[in-house]
């Protein structure tokens, strides 16, 4: 039988009401009253008092989107389908977001998951890595001495996801100072390696990049 | 008294405002002055922009933990329902013609709470009355039992939805059946545990954060759904991966003036919502921290409250995950039983053990919840009905005990006659409610028949996971729960 949406929805209120009401200790008709004349129906709230739908909103990438967009941002260094970049797809990949309306997304957690899987990809492999050979960046060289690189590394990244804008844009100067003052954060722990700062500067290009832009 | 002087354009002359009679001096001093708001505005006006777009992703929540369990337990294939749990009016109206029917002998009926009986002699009865071991920190099982039945059992009642799961196993089987909590109920890990999960899950559920367990649960498979892949050793820390975070969301606040967010609906909700999630990693840094979560002998309030060591494997990784979700840690914890159709199985060693296994998880799920003094929902159902034709009388062991029962003789699978989505609620106080079932049940036969006001399975489920989110919100059904259902 095809129900149309809306009596979809009183019937789904029905069998909630069906139970509900009989709760002796917890005035529980009056919320679900107030609950249903204020979302049922209309537009949903989108933080001072906007509403999502239509030209211009803002919208968020959903998990395929976020998965070509890291392979994208990573030059197609990495595979969702090998390394670590498919493990961390396995084990966090359904929890990634499935709608693009930011009030109803979520999942954005596993974005950050994702990525450090696909960025760990570029650290295999010793003198031979992604990382040192495209990048530039040593994994046994301090931090120190690899700065200029690691930022430039981010920056690179980056602009993978903006069109060049990270690194040629009106804000450019913005988005090196975040990797700069990263880098020098990371280095601040004498423990920390080049290679842990790598990581660093890739999982915030890459979540950035591909979760907090939106389309 | 308005005086009214009438004016000429020789009046005007002197006027120091006029464009006619702009000076020299006025040209510059004006210059100047469009010259000092050219530069202020920047900062007046675009200043105040970007300061609601940086407040938009530099505000994140402390992480919140909601404390309240709730789980599902989809027993898949046709079992018999009736030998489980049946409600007040199904014990009023016993026979011995509904007793053959649901596979009980219909004479050792015991309420544990409003709404909720048991057949004491059934495998399923039988379990959740013994209770966990070593409960209370009782000398004997028996003593251990009575101080489970007083703390426990008396404080949990039940409520569901009478009928409509009432289809062969194959024909239900994939109705949506299975669903799901997060974000609804917010919890540290933000998601919920999805064990053995296989069917269809509930049309509103399909999108829910959740992370699969795809065998029988152990403290290490939990473990593996709270950590990094690959591990962290030699790739971050968690100050590190915070600092990534923070970097990533100075980045969006470098990028929001190009991008205009201040001004794209949805913009700012966006950027705290997706850059505050990213913190709640670090946590998974720590290669122990899983293992912390889910191996219940290390969790000392599960451990002074009964005896963890002698549960199986999967009790023990079930009564963790069922205390996190309770204590606000993780989100629901939905299981599936797969082979559950009953009929045609022997009832001593087939039926039993499989009843049994599944009351030992509701008892489980409620020394959890006893442990977290926390309220809690468990919502049961199975998409099918075996009928049966009474009892066989026979030995079984539960919790290492052996135990007499009368145990169904599932007879055949029974589209049309008694089956229920069932939600059980949970009160640490003894504050319980006094939910209902909807739906009828036939005085003669004990067949149900649904409520006209539920038209389908699904929104059944919708309504018990509602009606299970309210009861852990303190009566609140989520607004989004609400909208999504």
């Given at each position: 039988m095809k129900i149309n949406k809306n009596a979809r929805k009183i019937l789904v209120i029905g069998a909630i009401a069906a139970v509900l009401p009989f709760f002796q200790n917890c005035d529980m008709g009056s919320p679900v009253k107030a609950n249903l004349s204020s979302n049922v129906g209309g537009e949903a709230a989108a933080g001072g008092g906007n509403t999502v739908q239509g030209v211009g909103d803002f919208s968020m990438p959903t998990g395929p989107a976020v998965i070509s967009r890291i392979t994208n941002g990573l030059e197609n260094a990495v595979s969702p389908l090998k390394g670590n970049f498919q493990k961390a797809l396995t084990a966090s990949?359904?929890?990634?977001?499935?709608?693009?309306?930011p009030t109803k997304a979520s999942g954005f957690d596993s974005v950050q998951l994702v990525v450090y899987g696909a960025c760990s990809d570029l650290t295999t492999g010793g003198t031979n890595s992604i990382m040192t050979k495209t990048y530039k960046v040593t994994g046994t060289a301090s931090i120190a001495s690899n700065q200029a690189n690691l930022i430039a590394a981010g920056v690179r990244m980056f602009d993978n996801y903006t069109a060049g804008l990270g690194s040629q844009g009106p804000t450019a100067a913005q988005v090196s100072q975040a990797f700069q003052t990263l880098v020098t954060t990371v280095s601040g722990t004498s423990s920390n390696t080049s290679t842990i700062a790598f990581m660093s500067v890739c999982i915030a290009a890459n979540t950035a990049g591909s979760s907090l832009l939106g389309f | 008294m308005l005086i009214k002087v009438k004016k000429n354009w020789k009046d005007l002359?002197?006027?120091?405002?006029?464009v006619h009679g702009l000076s020299r001096r006025d040209f510059i001093a004006r210059g100047l002055a469009t010259g000092s708001v050219v530069v202020a505005a920047q900062k007046l006006f675009m200043g105040g922009i970007l300061g609601k777009a940086y407040a938009a992703t530099m505000t994140c929540p402390a992480p919140v933990a909601h404390p309240g369990a709730i789980a599902q337990i989809f027993s898949e294939g046709g079992p018999t329902m009736g030998a489980r749990f049946i409600g007040d009016a199904q014990a009023a109206m016993m026979n011995s013609g509904i007793a053959g029917n649901y596979g009980i002998s219909g004479t050792n009926l015991v309420q544990l709470g409003p709404n909720m009986w048991i057949d004491s002699t059934s495998p399923f009865g039988a379990t959740l009355l013994q209770g966990p071991p070593g409960y209370g920190g009782g000398a004997t099982p028996a003593a251990s039992a009575a101080l489970w039945k007083t703390n426990v059992l008396s404080k949990i009642s039940g409520g569901g939805h009478l009928g409509p799961f009432n289809m062969d196993d194959g024909a239900g089987q994939?109705?949506?059946?299975l669903g799901g909590v997060s974000p609804f109920k917010q919890?540290?890990?933000?998601k919920d545990l999805l064990i053995n999960n296989a069917a269809t899950r509930a049309s509103w559920a399909g999108g829910l954060p959740g992370s699969k367990v795809k065998s029988n649960p152990t403290a290490a498979t939990l473990a593996a759904t709270a950590a990094l892949t690959p591990a962290a050793t030699g790739l971050t820390n968690p100050a590190a991966l915070g600092a990534a975070s923070d970097a990533a969301n100075a980045l969006a606040t470098a990028m929001s003036p190009v991008f205009n967010n201040a001004t794209r609906k949805g913009a700012s909700v966006a950027m705290t919502n997706a850059g505050c999630a990213f913190y709640g990693n670090n946590a998974l840094v720590d290669p122990n921290y899983g293992t912390s979560l889910f191996t219940a002998s290390g969790i000392s309030a599960l451990t002074s409250k009964l005896t963890v060591a002698t549960l199986s494997a999967q009790e023990q990784a079930l009564l963790a995950a069922y205390y996190q979700s309770a204590n606000g840690t993780a989100g629901g914890i939905i299981t599936e039983y797969g082979g559950r159709d009953y009929h045609g199985n022997d009832p001593i060693t087939q039926i039993a053990p499989d009843d049994i296994e599944e009351a030992r998880a509701i008892v489980m799920f409620l020394a959890a919840c006893d442990a977290a003094q926390a309220p809690g929902s468990m919502i049961y159902l199975a998409n099918g009905q075996a009928i049966a034709n009474g009892t066989q009388n026979g030995t079984v062991t539960i919790g290492g005990q052996q135990v007499t029962v009368n145990s169904p003789v599932a007879s055949g699978d029974a589209g049309g006659a008694y089956n229920a989505g069932l939600i059980i609620f949970y009160s640490p106080t003894g504050s319980v409610s006094n939910a209902r079932f909807t739906g009828t049940v036939n005085s003669s036969s004990g067949n149900a028949t649904v409520d006209p006001n539920i038209s389908s399975n699904r929104d059944a489920v919708a309504g018990l996971y509602l009606s299970a989110l309210a009861w852990v919100s303190g009566g609140q059904v989520p607004a989004a729960a609400l909208k999504a259902m």
């Open positions: 990949g359904s929890n990634l977001p499935l709608v693009t309306d | 002359i002197d006027s120091k405002t006029h994939n109705t949506g059946l919890s540290v890990m933000g």
